[in-house]
């Protein structure tokens, strides 16, 4: 598959390369097949599928509480905000609205989940440009978050904390002492991280008008989340469709115009600040008492004690786990606004207790269609950048 | 209580029916989201209207999803998410797709480059043959599988 291309020196003929499926600046087991004329791409074509688990058709097969469990599998690195995203489809097929201190729980952690996503993207695409020492300091705050959603659901990553009807169980006496503990030290450490970047050499070289993707381009391409920010356009899901409460919170949507992988790195970094913000006034938000799950006999569990002392409450808690519950007949589509940009899940019933179909419109699925027209034209070294940019997470492209 | 406004009573339906009587076949809001069925050979043209007509403009095609409601016939339904960035305004379009013969609808990657892999991805899972398209390939499963695994008469486990 050579082609010969003219070149300023005269027509050479361009060499096939294959990136991937196993290469460490992929982030997983993206394959981009590259023809090069010497170190220039001419062409580059992302190749997915490698992960392809078929969540969607497994969703099909499980109960609406069940699919819970695989969400959590598509942005390994946010499981919150995809746990989220697909309660908040379901509870809106359903019809049902849960109270206001699982809400600002649910933001809460949310965004704690956006920094320590953030934090992975910061950490590896600053090693992918040679920058290894700042893997290790985002790698210790994330560590602390982590800390944080292991104290709340017992898990570090694969959470499953959020509930179709509110959370899972009632957050640990003394968890926001312990997210004060991080909100103290972590503005400082996002000083750290950009006093090693920002206005560093080697990083602006490797960053500043890489990758450029305008914003005609990008909304073109359905490009979402910091990508598009970064091109100009102030699209953030919180603040054109609110959901779970985002309108009472008071935050800045950090825009660029310059488009490319150093206005993007700029973005995320404020988006950082930002949800840290978000975080302090949802915790001063929090009510200390109050339901966390919605009052809907026969979709939300009831509690352990009425089980003991009602028959209505252990015969719910036996169909619920046995069969499920059954939405009307319907769909609808719910979007939030995900680390990597607009996180959908399309969900449609049928009237009985296993879903349709769950289509999942994973942002970085559509964000890394934008590759070839970031990488064409430059050197390889710039690819990497403009792969690392992306902020793609295969589990999510594949699904 | 009042009841709901109609479906027909949105203003994008009014402009659209207003625009060409055949455009919009069926109306109908469920959870506050409103879907326009169309015919599927108008597709492109009604999609053509709403990406550039001003005071529309929905410029930003979140997604496109297919749904097989075997036995049902027609079998496949596709849905378009559209998203007005200027206007912040959502809309979903949905045309159907009959099983019984090669199931083909046009493509929209002219009005939305985002289709590409949307479409690869309808085409690779369920099948569904896009006219125009200018790189229809499987996109998630290898090149030389059988079979469509999204639709419904293919078992969850795979055929064996």
Same mark, same amino acid.
């Given at each position: 598959m050579t082609t010969t291309v003219q070149t300023a020196t005269g027509a050479t003929e361009t060499m096939v390369l294959n990136m991937g499926p196993q290469h460490p600046s992929t982030h997983g087991v993206l394959r981009v097949v590259v023809e090069l004329d010497g170190e220039t791409v001419v062409k580059a074509r992302p190749e997915v599928g490698y992960l392809h688990t078929g969540i969607e058709k497994t969703c099909e097969a499980l109960t609406y509480s069940q699919a819970i469990t695989v969400t959590d599998r598509l942005d390994y690195l946010a499981p919150l905000s995809n746990n989220l995203g697909y309660c908040l489809a379901v509870e809106k097929l359903l019809g049902i609205e849960v109270p206001k201190r699982a809400q600002y729980v649910r933001v809460l952690l949310t965004e704690l989940t956006r920094i320590a996503s953030h934090l992975v993207w910061l950490g590896t695409h600053a090693m992918d440009l040679g920058a290894v020492s700042v893997m290790l300091y985002c790698f210790r705050e994330r560590e602390q978050v982590l800390s944080i959603f292991e104290m709340v659901? !017992?898990?570090?990553?694969?959470?499953?904390?959020?509930?179709?009807? !509110?959370?899972?169980l009632e957050p640990p006496p003394g968890w926001l002492d312990r997210v004060a503990a991080f909100l103290q030290t972590f503005p400082s450490r996002i000083d750290e991280y950009e006093e090693l970047l920002t206005s560093n050499r080697i990083w602006k070289l490797r960053t500043v008008g890489i990758g450029v993707l305008n914003a005609k381009d990008a909304v073109a391409d359905g490009v979402s989340g910091p990508m598009l920010r970064a091109a100009g356009v102030a699209y953030d899901v919180r603040k054109f469709f609110p959901y779970s409460s985002y309108e009472e919170f008071d935050f800045d949507v950090p825009t660029r115009t310059e488009s490319d992988c150093y206005a993007r790195y700029l973005v995320r970094v404020a988006e950082m600040r930002e949800s840290v913000k978000i975080v302090r006034q949802a915790a001063a938000k929090i009510p200390p008492e109050g339901p966390i799950r919605t009052d809907a006999p026969g979709i939300i569990p009831p509690e352990r004690e009425a089980m003991k002392t009602e028959m209505e409450a252990l015969i719910y808690h036996f169909k619920i786990f046995t069969e499920g519950f059954a939405p009307p007949p319907g769909e609808v589509y719910q979007r939030i606004e995900s680390p990597r940009g607009e996180l959908g899940f399309f969900v449609v019933s049928d009237g009985s207790p296993r879903p349709c179909r769950v289509k999942v419109r994973a942002p970085s699925f559509v964000n890394l269609q934008a590759l070839p027209e970031m990488a064409e034209g430059r050197l390889v070294a710039d690819l990497i950048a403009c792969i690392g940019t992306t902020d793609i997470v295969l589990g999510e492209v594949d699904r | 209580m009042t009841d709901p406004p109609s479906p027909e009573q949105y203003p994008i339906v009014q402009r659209l029916r207003a625009w060409d009587t055949q455009a919009v076949t069926q109306a109908a809001e469920f959870r506050g989201e409103l879907t326009l069925v169309l015919p599927r050979e108008h597709l492109r043209r009604v999609g053509t209207y709403l990406a550039a007509e001003p005071g529309l403009e929905y410029n930003f095609l979140s997604d496109i999803s297919a749904v097989d409601r075997l036995p049902a016939e027609p079998r496949f339904e596709l849905n378009y998410h559209l998203l007005s960035l200027p206007n912040r305004q959502t809309l979903r379009l949905r045309v159907w797709v009959s099983g019984l013969t090669d199931p083909t609808v046009d493509s929209v990657t002219s009005l939305w480059p985002t289709a590409d892999w949307h479409e690869r991805e309808i085409f690779d899972l369920f099948g569904i043959r896009f006219d125009g398209h200018p790189d229809l390939r499987r996109i998630l499963m290898p090149d030389d599988w059988e079979g469509h695994p999204l639709r419904k008469d293919y078992p969850v486990e795979g055929f064996r």
């Open positions: 659901s !017992g898990q570090r990553m694969m959470t499953s904390y959020f509930r179709i009807g !509110g959370l899972a | -």
